[in-house]
């Protein structure tokens, strides 16, 4: 069984005082199987952002179901979503979503203080993380003090730290340079093959080019996969461009 099932998935929104009715997605099925990199990519507009809310059980589906290891996202009690959330999903986003006020160690800790854990299990879930991501040193500093790429690596600490089933990761190279982006890809890819399972949403084809798989998302549907087999980084990134090219030009689904 897979990790992730999404199957038939439409929403559609109504606008104010019930206008238009805008279909951001149509009928997007896919799976994820357990320890997967996979990425997800399309046009602003294509509805990827949509489906990622709709994955993080931030919104929920007109239609459709979304299950993780078995169970229906649309079946947990709105009170336990918040706990479903932090106890399955870890989440990296573009802009960090650090606490200046907290430092780096509490700003990893936060999602276990919210769960009750015991600082004895905080810290000892932290030590092997933090130095897997070059973090050790940065623990007592505050977000304000480190750079760009110290704060994503903070962030994937603060996701993983949790022990999540599944990360998601929206745009995570966003707003680092070109540097700090080699150093998050290749840290994704060291943390892929430990076994974690990664879902990345993105408009980079550099960062794509490095997951086992690319999903391309096109009005609201699924219009294309690639699996990368054995070719390499840079194979993988010529043939995400060229799909692009097509879903950009108005191509037929291959």
């Known amino acids: ?53 709709i994955l993080a059980a931030l919104d929920k589906p007109t239609a459709g179901t979304v299950k993780l290891d078995g169970m229906d996202l649309s079946h947990i009690h709105e009170s336990q979503i918040a706990r479903f959330r932090r106890d399955n999903l870890g989440f990296v986003f573009q802009e960090f979503n650090l606490l200046d006020t907290f430092s780096v160690e509490d700003n990893i800790y936060l999602p276990l203080v919210l769960a009750g854990r015991r600082y004895e299990e905080m810290n000892r879930r932290l030590t092997p993380i933090a130095d897997q991501l070059g973090l050790t040193q940065l623990l007592k500093k505050y977000p ?12 994937i600490a603060r996701a993983l730290i949790t022990e999540p089933r599944l990360i998601l990761a929206d745009e ?51 219009f294309h996969q690639l699996y990368r087999g054995d070719r390499t980084d840079e194979e993988m990134y010529q043939m995400i461009s060229d799909t692009l090219t097509i879903l950009t030009t108005g191509g037929e689904r291959r």
């Open 172 to 222: 995570p190279t966003g707003a680092l340079d070109s540097r700090a982006t080699d150093e998050l890809l290749q840290l994704f890819h060291e943390i892929n093959l430990t076994g974690q399972t990664i879902l990345m949403v993105t408009h980079s084809v550099k960062a794509a080019s490095h997951a086992g798989r690319v999903l391309f998302i096109r009005d609201g549907e699924v």
């Open 1 to 53: 069984m897979s990790m992730l099932e999404v199957n038939g998935i439409r929403k559609i929104y109504t606008t104010r005082f019930g206008g238009n009715r805008v279909e951001a997605l149509k009928n997007v099925s896919f799976s994820v199987e357990k320890g997967e990199y996979a990425a997800i990519m399309g046009e602003s507009g294509s509805g990827k952002t949509t489906l990622l809310n």
């Open 144 to 155: 304000y003090e480190i750079s760009g790429g110290q704060k994503q690596r903070a962030a």
